[in-house]
């Protein structure tokens, strides 16, 4: 079908760019690393006392015990910080240097803002190099920018969010860790009652070797405001292991609804240690659409907390693993006050030796009367080595509630294959669009480009494994 | 016999056993094999990840003693089947017990206690091609303090026999029950095993059941779980040869502060072999069950299919349930593979319908729980355990 364009799109996500660096920390983390990290951006002193705190964390938890393999990953041989030589946060798309504007042009960062977005914003390794909201939002008091620059600006917006009721360091060990070396991200704050009608966006892109990348990005919509972002992630293949260790805190307020949508495509050596959580609160909508195309090994489990009655929030997930991926992804819902709702629904694609593993829990809390979850997973097996676990927690502590549960795990069948080859399709285009009807359901929840974009990706991952 | 033996579980105490019972020495190097396990392994935490957790305090390993057998009453109808003690049974069958005895590796501390320090133990036999009609029964009252079992059950080839255990208690009021229990369904033969466990509300028991099912073998569990304080009851079929299948059928019903622990697993290591499993159970006052269920097909098992379904019913504010079904495929040829949880409350409308015909709340209430649980007890094929099970039921409901 479009060969040629598939290959162009490999190597466009692989190859890396020639960005120069006016600083690269030494690898491994200490103490050392975090006060230059906070002492180059300039931040407050409760931001670096957070910081180190965190770090005293990190120190003190252990790897997790269950789950993929992390054997390989050598925390000590990780870069935790560095800033590729640029304007900081331009403005404007022409004061780029070059190679940055290059890169991500062929991503296809600012033409999407140009038609389809009402903001855009884009970084490499530890620093937001591009942000950009259109007027019109602005004078509405909306704020889209990166993290640092909303750290300097909105000190007392971000206070009070950041890595405190939310996500906080003391999660897990890799919360800590980014609590200790965060470093830019977007940060959105939409008014009372705004209703911003197109999708915002970034893109995170990885482009040293045995980089980590620790964004952080903090959204809060405020009661009856309305919004959607988006974010794709990519980074270039090199020899060493990456690490991602973001964070994603967002709170959506009484009546309000947010969207967040994420395409990720880190390159098969990466580590996507994420971390993605939303507090919701009386009549809100939460919607996570999530997909995992990239990276070596990847644990991220988007979590809605349901504080506020009658709040909702729905999961969306693909998650697809190739030869030498785990993915392993889910949803967590908590259940806190009465008349709650959930949907999860996760679809999953494993071709040759790819593992992928749904792994989620919905826990309704005593007094939450009248609460709802609904989970439905369905894994698609591609090949004979292929393998996908499903690992469903429930824990249901009040009565008055309905919740149930569903998965399949299926293969291609033949007689689809040889449905469609009969109709003059190859083996592989068959495949590729039995896979293409299977996430379907999703892909359609993603803004076009993305959609697109996912699209391909698949087909580029499933381009020459037919056996 | 010796009566009660009031010492930490040491090696000592093992041998002590075995030599009591005069039993050959490879049944004594299995006990202490099973009580090196014993030493190396941790007591259950009864803590299953993301904060679901069961109540413990009342487990007290400290506390438990070896008291005398329980002495369990056995009938079988069926002369061709040899029902009876294990130890009798060394001096007709040495050869097939030492062949298929404790070839379980114990789980976890507990397992292995039972596996080193079991005092009395049953032995079933069906010969080949022996089929049965009348179900071989066994009825465990426990008179006891504790009970330390292991029962061994081997269907030859192409036999055929259904098998139901009862478990009570006496006026005993706290007590404990470890049972090992092990099914060997060698090619062809089918069984059927039904289990239904009514202890008092201070009984705390720890059943751990294995079976090993050759080619086109078949095995119905029927695990009905309505006592008890502290309830651990696991579930594991190994599916080895081409063709076998298994059925488990789980009912539980909860009030008080009972506590279940529920584990129902099947391993498909053949092509072609089948696994389902249903699960339905109601809980009511303070009661709290966590069931895990797992399906897991490898690799080299192709055309293989599993379901699982849980159903559970909270009648009460303060009951809790936690089902974590879980499947682990490691190949694309299923047949087909899908699970299924729900957890529910009492259907309102049912409710009122059922009221408006005349029926009090209580008993509309009951009723529709005898509903919820009907589709499983309806699959149990003899007659006999279903009535008695639904009897108890029935009477368990009036009380709560």
Same mark, same amino acid.
């Given at each position: 079908m479009n060969q040629e364009l598939i290959t162009q799109t490999r190597e466009m996500f692989d190859q890396k760019a020639n960005i120069k660096y006016s600083y690269t920390a030494q690898p491994g983390l200490t103490e050392e690393v975090v006060r230059k990290i906070s002492e180059d951006k300039n931040e407050p002193e409760w931001m670096l006392q957070k910081r180190l705190k965190a770090l005293e964390i990190f120190h003190k938890l252990p790897m997790p015990n269950w789950g993929p393999d992390l054997s390989k990953l050598d925390l000590n041989k990780i870069i935790y910080y560095a800033n590729p030589?640029?304007?900081?946060?331009?403005?404007?798309?022409?004061?780029?240097?070059l190679e940055i504007r290059n890169t991500f042009e062929k991503l296809g960062i600012p033409e999407a803002e140009k038609t389809h977005f009402a903001g855009a914003g884009a970084q490499i390794e530890s620093l937001s190099v591009y942000h950009n909201l259109k007027k019109h939002w602005e004078e509405k008091g909306v704020i889209f920018s990166d993290m640092d620059e909303a750290l300097q600006k909105y000190p007392d917006l971000v206070k009070p969010y950041f890595m405190t009721q939310c996500v906080s360091p003391g999660l897990h060990k890799f919360a800590a860790l980014h609590g200790a070396v965060w470093s830019g991200g977007s940060f959105l704050y939409v008014p009372e009652?705004?209703?911003?009608?197109l999708p915002l966006q970034a893109y995170f892109r990885m482009n040293a070797e045995k980089m980590g990348q620790f964004e952080h990005t903090l959204m809060i919509i405020e009661k009856g405001a309305q919004a959607a972002y988006i974010e794709g992630c990519s980074s270039p293949i090199y020899n060493e292991n990456g690490l991602h260790a973001g964070c994603v805190e967002i709170f959506v307020k009484e009546s309000a609804r947010f969207r967040y949508s994420s395409v990720e495509n880190w390159s098969k050596n990466t580590y996507n240690l994420n971390t993605k959580r939303a507090i919701v609160d009386k009549n809100g909508i939460m919607e996570f659409v999530g997909s995992n195309v990239g990276s070596g090994v990847t644990m991220l489990y988007p979590c809605s907390v349901l504080r506020g009655e009658n709040s909702r929030a729905d999961h969306l997930a693909i998650a697809f693993a190739a030869t030498g991926q785990h993915q392993d992804t889910g949803a967590k819902v908590y259940h806190l006050a009465p008349n709650t709702s959930s949907t999860i629904k996760s679809k999953s694609i494993s071709i040759g030796s790819g593992i992928t593993s749904y792994r989620g829990l919905v826990q309704i809390a005593k007094g939450a009367v009248g609460s709802k979850s609904s989970v439905t997973c369905d894994a698609l097996l591609k090949d004979e080595h292929s393998k996908s676990n499903t690992f469903p927690y429930m824990k249901i502590n009040e009565d008055k509630v309905d919740v149930a549960h569903e998965a399949t795990v299926g293969k291609i069948s033949a007689d689809q294959i040889f449905y469609l080859m009969s109709r003059g399709l190859t083996q592989e285009q068959a495949t590729q669009m039995i896979v293409s009807g299977f996430i379907e359901p999703i892909v359609k929840e993603l803004p076009l480009e993305y959609a697109v974009e996912m699209n391909r990706l698949i087909q580029l991952e499933m381009a020459g494994c037919v056996g | 016999m010796q009566d009660l033996i009031k010492t930490a579980f040491t090696r000592e105490i093992v041998e002590h056993i075995s030599r009591q019972r005069s039993e050959p020495e490879w049944l004594l190097q299995k006990r202490l094999e099973a009580f090196s396990y014993f030493e190396q392994l941790e007591i259950p935490e009864f803590s299953y990840g993301l904060g679901i957790t069961l109540d413990?305090?009342?487990?007290?390993? @400290? @506390?438990i003693v070896i008291s005398e057998p329980i002495d369990p009453e056995m009938k079988n109808h069926d002369k061709r089947i040899i029902v009876k003690n294990i130890h009798e049974a060394l001096k007709t069958h040495p050869e097939i017990i030492r062949k298929y005895l404790l070839r379980t590796k114990p789980k976890d501390k507990l397992h292995a206690l039972v596996s080193a320090f079991w005092t009395e133990g049953i032995f079933i036999y069906v010969p080949k091609g022996v089929e049965s009609t009348s179900p071989i029964e066994i009825e465990n009252i426990l008179s006891k303090q504790t009970g330390f079992q292991t029962i061994l059950i081997i269907l030859e080839p192409l036999s055929k026999a259904s098998i139901l255990i009862s478990e009570k208690s006496s006026k005993i009021k706290k007590s404990y029950l470890f049972q090992n229990l092990e099914v060997f369904c060698l090619e062809s033969s089918k069984l059927e095993f039904s289990s239904i466990q009514n202890f008092n509300d201070e009984t705390i028991n720890f059943i751990y059941r294995s079976a090993y099912l050759e080619k086109d073998a078949s095995l119905d569990w029927n695990i009905c779980d309505l006592g008890g304080n502290l309830t651990k009851s696991s579930v594991t079929t190994n599916l080895?040869?081409?063709?076998a299948s298994v059925n488990n059928i789980g009912i539980f019903l909860g009030e008080k502060t009972q506590q279940f622990d529920l584990s129902v697993s099947a391993n498909h290591?053949?092509?072609e072999t089948s696994s389902e499993m249903l699960t339905k159970g109601a809980l009511n006052g303070k009661s709290k069950t966590v069931y895990c269920g797992l399906i897991k097909i490898v690799?080299?098992?192709?055309r293989c299919s599993g379901y699982q379904r849980a159903d559970i019913m909270l009648l009460s504010p303060e009951a809790s349930a936690s089902p974590i079904p879980n499947l682990e495929i490691e190949t694309n040829d299923v047949k087909k593979c899908s699970h299924g949880a729900t957890v529910g409350q009492v259907d309102k409308e049912k409710l009122f319908y059922l009221m408006s015909r005349g029926l009090s709340e209580a008993e509309a209430i009951k009723q529709i729980v005898l509903g919820q649980l009907e589709p499983a007890i309806e699959k149990i094929k003899i007659e006999k355990v279903r009535k008695s099970l639904k009897n108890i039921i029935e009477e368990k409901l009036s009380y709560a």
């Open positions: 030589e640029s304007i900081k946060n331009a403005n404007k798309w022409e004061n780029l240097p009652g705004v209703k911003v009608d | 413990n305090n009342e487990l007290d390993i @400290s @506390s080895l040869g081409t063709g290591l053949a092509p690799q080299q098992a192709p």
